[in-house]
């Protein structure tokens, strides 16, 4: 089976321009969550979809991310514009029902 | 690569010890529980995972361990490995409610040879 693909693997910006990251979950998990990873830290939630739905977007700064996942499959997250405080490694896991959730290898993002 | 946790507790343990990495988790509500490793540069590898009707669960070389009187959970790895060493953290949710993982802050795992 397939794991969770995302990309970029690597992306470097200057602060104020914007950047997107793409996933690709499990085949079949209709769950998709975004979480941000600052260094030395556990994974943060910032979105998690049902489908195409929102579940929960409590932690997600909405003046400057925005998340879509249509067609309930891929989805992407943007910043824009970005800061520097947004250096971090972005990952994307999915769940089903009788599964845990699966992380992808991240997005590593650096705001210079 | 960058390591993922350069402040987390670390825990030394010499090649061929067992080790055992702890979690206190925070919603008395939580009723699923998984353990992950994140190796530097990676994302996070699903471990081991436990339903709360379980106090027990093992799987290769892994045992995890549910104490929901004191909402703690414990991870151990026998006959410790150097391609063991890596972050360790648990996730917690309740299936009765979105699905959402809190995560905790993590172990870093150092095996000595």
């Known amino acids: 089976e397939a794991g969770v693909a995302q990309s970029p693997r690597y992306k470097i910006i200057e602060k104020r321009q914007s950047v997107a990251f793409w996933c690709n979950p499990i085949?079949?998990?209709?769950?998709l969550y975004w979480y941000q990873q600052i260094l030395g830290q556990g994974p943060k939630l910032l979105i998690q979809?049902?489908?195409?739905?929102?579940?929960?977007d409590s932690q997600l700064p909405k003046d400057r991310f925005s998340a879509e996942r249509l067609k309930g499959v891929d989805s992407t997250l943007k910043i824009q514009p970005a800061k520097l405080e947004d250096s971090a490694v972005y990952l994307c896991?999915?769940?089903?029902?009788?599964?845990?959730?699966?992380f992808g290898q991240g997005t590593r993002l650096t705001v210079v | 690569g960058e390591s993922v946790g350069l402040h987390l507790p670390t825990l030394s343990v010499q090649e061929g010890d067992n080790s055992i990495i702890n979690c206190a988790y925070s919603?008395?509500?939580?009723?699923?529980f998984i353990w992950y490793k994140q190796e530097s540069g990676k994302g996070p590898q699903f471990i081991i995972d436990?339903?709360?009707?379980?106090d027990k669960r093992q799987g290769q070389r892994v045992t995890v361990l549910l104490n929901k009187t004191v909402k703690h959970l414990s991870l151990q790895i026998a006959a410790t490995q150097p391609g063991d060493s890596a972050v360790y953290f648990c996730?917690?949710?309740?299936?009765?409610?979105?699905?959402?993982?809190?995560f905790g802050t993590g172990t870093r795992l150092k095996v000595l040879a």
């Open positions: 896991a999915s769940s089903s029902r009788i599964s845990g959730a699966f």
């Open positions: 085949s079949g998990h209709a769950t």
């Open positions: 979809f049902q489908n195409n739905g929102v579940v929960d």
């Open positions: 919603n008395s509500a939580s009723d699923y």
């Open positions: 436990i339903r709360s009707n379980m």
């Open positions: 996730a917690e949710t309740s299936t009765s409610g979105t699905y959402k993982y809190i």
